[in-house]
T-cell receptor, first 110, second 115 residues
């Protein structure tokens, strides 16, 4: 299973763009990269998933360079409600188990 | 779509009793469900992988006789904490994946407090 490394914490202000980078140096050819968000006392919530280049949905963008050894989650114009822990995971196969790293604790300030 | 529920959301029990936690996929069929445990300020730790109709696969260090998992149907998996002790107090979270999708969908979690 590919191990992931993320910053432990990040601070931002409302309205700013936040970029959280994750490294996964031993990602395998068939692995996908997935990001989850977790609020206190809640289960993680799926944010976005990608394999290469760029993926965008209504809440975030995911940038993956050609070597796929890292990925960056981009949250445009964060608000106070985006304060949460963000986990980057590498999924080996459909439905396979996930290994959670430490996550990044994002604090959005007014 | 892809909603996963857990019941109960929180439970308080006496030491030595058993507690059952249910995980349901409400609008999809889940051939595989996963059970995690999360202690305060820590990440999720996978406990076991549950496959419908077969025995669960437990992670190293997780006692299968203490944490009984049953996956009787494509929409329901249960975790029973037997003879619970205070050190079993934690946040238990299940997740499920649907066929053809790489994403996992998590339940809201169950907070267990053993007195």
């Amino acid at each position: 299973l590919a191990k992931t490394t993320q910053p432990i914490s990040m601070d931002s202000y409302e309205g700013q763009e936040v970029n959280i980078t994750c490294s996964h140096n031993n990602i395998a050819t068939n692995d996908y990269i997935t990001w989850y968000q977790q609020f206190p006392s809640q289960g993680p919530r799926f944010i976005i998933q990608g394999y290469k280049t760029k993926v965008t949905n209504e809440v975030a963008s995911l940038f993956i360079p050609a070597d796929r050894k890292s990925s960056t989650l981009s949250l445009p114009r964060v608000s106070l409600s985006d304060t949460a822990v963000y986990y980057c995971l590498v999924e080996s196969n459909a439905g396979n188990m996930l290994t959670f790293g430490g996550g990044t604790r994002l604090m959005v300030k007014p | 779509g892809a909603v996963v529920s857990q019941h109960p959301s929180r439970v308080i029990c006496k030491s030595g009793t058993s507690v059952k936690i249910e995980c349901r996929s409400l609008d999809f069929q889940a051939t595989t469900m996963f059970w995690y445990r999360q202690f305060p300020k820590q990440s999720l730790m996978l406990m076991a992988t549950s496959n419908e109709g077969s025995k669960a696969t437990y992670e190293q260090g997780v006692e299968k006789d203490k944490f009984l998992i049953n996956h009787a149907s494509l929409t329901l998996s249960t975790l029973t904490v037997t003879s619970a002790h205070p050190e079993d107090s934690s946040f238990y979270i299940c997740s499920a994946s649907r066929q053809g999708s790489r994403a996992q969908y998590f339940g809201p979690g169950t907070r267990l407090l053993v007195l």
